[in-house]
C-alpha cells in the first residue's frame, strides 16, 4: 500500500525568503504526485502534479516541485513567498501499478509566511 | 464548469442520529472520493466509487457507508453519530487522476 510523510507540521518562512514544504512517499509501482492547499474553512485547491517526464513540475502561484526518485521525494517549492501563502498545504500520491488504490494525503503542513 | 457541489455546508446532529452528506461532481467525472477531516488530523480516506461501484474503503467503522448514483453524484451515511465524528468531510471528483474538491460539509455531533 502507498503511504506518503509530511515530516513537518509547520514551517515558517519570512516574506521574500525561498521556501520549502517536504514530502516523502512510498509505493509499489510508479507514482502520481500531487500537492494541494488549503485555505481556512475551504476545500483543497490544486496546486501541481507530477506523472511523468521532467522532474521539476511548475504549478500554480508560482510553486513548483521536484520529483527524486532516488530519495522518493516531492518537495514543494517557491523563490520568493508571500504573506498570501500562508495556508495548510498536503502532498498526495496514488500508485499507478494498482489502478484499484486511492489517492493518499499527508498529515499536512502549515505554513507560516511572516511579514 | 461547475465545481464539485457539496450540501449541506454545515449540519448538526445529537449523538446517536445520523447523518447523510451529498456530493455532485463536476459534469462527466465518473470518479468520487470521500475524506475525513478532523481538528489535527490531516485527511484520511473514507470512501472511493468509481461508475456507481465501491473500489475502495478506508479504515473506518460499517456505520460509515455511501453509495453513488446512475448519475455519479453520492451520498455519504454516518449512523449512530459519535461525539469524534465531528469533522469537516470533503468530497472530491476525479479527471485524469486529479482530484477536485468540494468546498466541505462541516458535521458537528453534540
Known amino acids: 500500500a502507498q503511504s506518503v510523510a509530511q515530516p513537518e507540521d509547520q514551517v515558517n518562512v519570512a516574506e521574500g525568503n525561498p521556501l520549502t514544504v517536504k514530502c516523502t512517499y512510498s509505493?509499489?509501482?510508479?507514482?502520481?504526485l500531487f500537492w494541494y492547499v488549503q485555505y481556512p474553512n475551504r476545500g483543497l485547491q490544486f496546486l501541481l502534479k507530477?506523472?511523468?517526464?521532467?522532474?521539476l513540475v511548475k504549478g500554480s502561484y508560482g510553486f513548483e516541485a521536484e520529483f527524486n526518485k532516488s530519495q522518493t521525494s516531492f518537495h514543494l517549492k517557491k523563490p520568493s513567498a508571500l504573506v498570501s501563502d500562508s495556508a495548510l498545504y498536503f502532498c498526495?500520491?496514488?500508485?499507478?501499478?494498482?489502478?484499484?488504490?486511492?489517492?493518499?494525503f499527508g498529515k499536512g503542513t502549515r505554513l507560516h509566511i511572516l511579514p | 464548469e461547475a465545481g464539485v457541489t457539496q450540501s449541506p455546508t454545515h449540519l448538526i446532529k445529537t449523538r446517536g442520529q445520523q447523518a447523510t452528506l451529498r456530493c455532485s461532481p463536476i459534469?462527466?467525472?465518473?470518479?468520487v472520493y470521500w475524506y475525513q477531516q478532523a481538528l489535527g488530523l490531516g485527511l484520511q480516506f473514507l470512501l472511493w466509487?468509481?461508475?456507481?461501484?465501491?473500489?475502495n474503503r478506508g479504515n473506518f467503522p460499517p456505520r460509515f457507508s455511501g453509495r453513488q448514483f446512475p448519475n455519479y453524484s453520492s451520498e455519504l451515511n454516518v449512523n449512530a453519530l459519535e461525539l469524534e465524528d465531528s469533522a469537516l468531510y470533503l468530497c472530491?471528483?476525479?479527471?485524469?487522476?486529479?482530484?477536485?474538491f468540494g468546498q466541505g460539509t462541516r458535521l458537528t455531533v453534540v
Open positions: 498526495a500520491v496514488r500508485d499507478m501499478v494498482n489502478r484499484d488504490d486511492k489517492i493518499i
Open positions: 509505493v509499489s509501482g510508479n507514482p502520481y
Open positions: 507530477y506523472i511523468t517526464g521532467d522532474n
Open positions: 459534469s462527466g467525472h465518473t470518479s
Open positions: 466509487y468509481d461508475e456507481g461501484e465501491e473500489r
Open positions: 472530491a471528483s476525479q479527471r485524469r487522476s486529479e482530484a477536485f
